[in-house]
């Protein structure tokens, strides 16, 4: 179970994470609170897995909050101005919500949560921590091998059942893992779930045309196809950098 924590200055949107939260048995919530020094003081006194923070706060925003901990737990920002998308996925928050939050969406968030605590405790780690924010590899078992992969070599991420195929500029390896896992590995910052059965890294997205993302692949343009549930997200993290 998670010890949750609940940010926002409007008690309307308190009362709606409330309700959602007692709805989820893998949640527990902890304290709900009206503004960040409120939030600071009950960090300080319990243990906290999953913080809700709302962004537009008066005396300190959520961004600049998080920017104050040391150690923050696992953090997902809701507001309802999507041009702070950006910044939000910067501070390796684990997902984004726009206001008003449906309960499919909040029950989207709590799954990643979730997989992200279950995966940092398999491999030892305190569940607020975000892996490979401060290195730019990782190494994959791939042809009986452990094969270094560069994140600026990456161009996209297919799945495949229990298969991955990791796109890169100059070739491509296959490895037995899972979607989900290697979306926690990722920064997330620069890589962006769009589909079910893809991941992109930012920087290679060339153009998007509909509910498709195109990116170079040897020269030649490849289509990827935005899932329905994943659109949003992408959006809100294109239109921070659209002129």
């Known amino acids: ?6 940010v926002d200055d409007e008690p309307l949107a308190l009362d709606v ?19 960040a020094l409120e939030a600071n003081e009950a960090l300080k006194s319990n243990n906290i897995d999953l913080m809700f ?3 537009q706060m008066p005396q300190l925003t959520g961004i600049d909050f ?9 953090i997902v920002f809701t ?14 928050a684990l997902d984004y919500l726009l206001k008003p939050i449906s309960l499919e969406r909040f029950v989207k968030a709590v799954n990643k949560a979730v997989e992200h605590s279950e995966l940092a405790q398999r491999d030892g780690h305190p569940a ?3 892996s490979n924010e401060e290195q730019d590899f990782f190494f994959v078992k791939a042809d009986k091998k452990l094969v270094k992969v560069n994140f600026d070599d990456i161009i996209y991420i297919e799945g495949l059942k229990d298969y991955v195929i990791i796109r890169l500029i100059h070739g491509r390896v296959i490895t037995l893992q899972t979607m989900k896992s290697l979306e926690d590995r990722l920064p997330q910052g620069r890589f962006k779930r769009i ?13 998007i045309e509909g509910n498709m993302v195109e990116v170079q692949e040897k020269d030649k343009p490849k289509l990827l196809p935005i899932g329905k549930n994943y659109r949003d997200d992408l959006l809100v993290m294109i239109e921070k950098n659209r002129l």
Do not use: W
Request: aromatic content about 8%.
């Open 79 to 92: 507001t309802a101005y999507p041009n702070y998308a950006i910044q939000g996925f910067d501070l390796n």
């Open 66 to 74: 998080v920017k104050t901990l040391t150690k923050p737990p696992m």
């Open 1 to 6: 179970m998670l010890n949750v924590l609940i």
């Open 17 to 35: 994470l409330e309700t959602y939260i007692g709805q989820m048995p893998e949640l527990q919530l902890v304290k709900r609170c009206s503004n």
């Open 128 to 130: 607020h921590h975000h």
């Open 53 to 55: 923070l709302d962004i």
């Open 195 to 207: 589909h079910r059965s893809y991941i992109v890294a930012m920087d290679k997205i060339t153009a």
